[in-house]
């Protein structure tokens, strides 16, 4: 297998598990894989089937701002962290404060490291950095 063969074969194989990932009767479902398989065209086939609220959970920062982009409005996106965080502000648990804190985006840790070494305010470091999706959505920044 190599080549246009060897692709087509891969392929095939990854639209045969999407497949079953989608029919399977299972209520939870995971997507276990790594960069540029098609884990968004996955997510994507799997949130437009059936009704009801969905969630699409990951560990990785950068892979919830693209499943913000890339998926729309299919489904609610959040890092597993963020997304246990605001269970707990929403629901409260024995022993966790309403007031945990969490980790600061990218651009506010620049900006404010670039505000410390100049010695004065700094707006125009971060241009372009995104703010930490999950963090807004959840209403917590």
């Known amino acids: 297998m190599d080549g246009i063969d060897g692709d087509e074969a891969l392929?095939?194989?990854?639209?045969?598990?999407?497949?079953?990932l989608v029919e399977s009767a299972a209520h939870l479902k995971v997507i276990v894989a790594?960069?540029?398989?098609?884990?968004?065209?996955?997510?994507?086939?799997?949130?437009?089937t059936g009704a009801g609220d969905k969630i699409a959970l990951t560990f990785i920062n950068n892979l919830v701002i693209a499943l913000h982009r890339d998926l729309g409005d299919l489904a609610q996106v959040q890092t597993l962290h963020g997304f246990a965080r605001a269970l707990l502000h929403r629901h409260g648990a024995h022993g966790a404060s309403q007031g945990c804190d969490y980790y600061p985006s990218l651009a506010e840790i620049l900006r404010a490291d670039a505000t410390i070494v100049l010695g004065r305010a700094v707006d125009c470091c971060c241009r372009g950095l995104p703010a930490t999706p999950q963090v807004q959505s959840a209403g917590f920044g």
């Open 11 to 20: 392929y095939a194989e990854r639209d045969r598990l999407v497949r079953e």
């Open 34 to 48: 790594g960069p540029g398989t098609g884990k968004t065209r996955a997510f994507r086939e799997l949130l437009t």
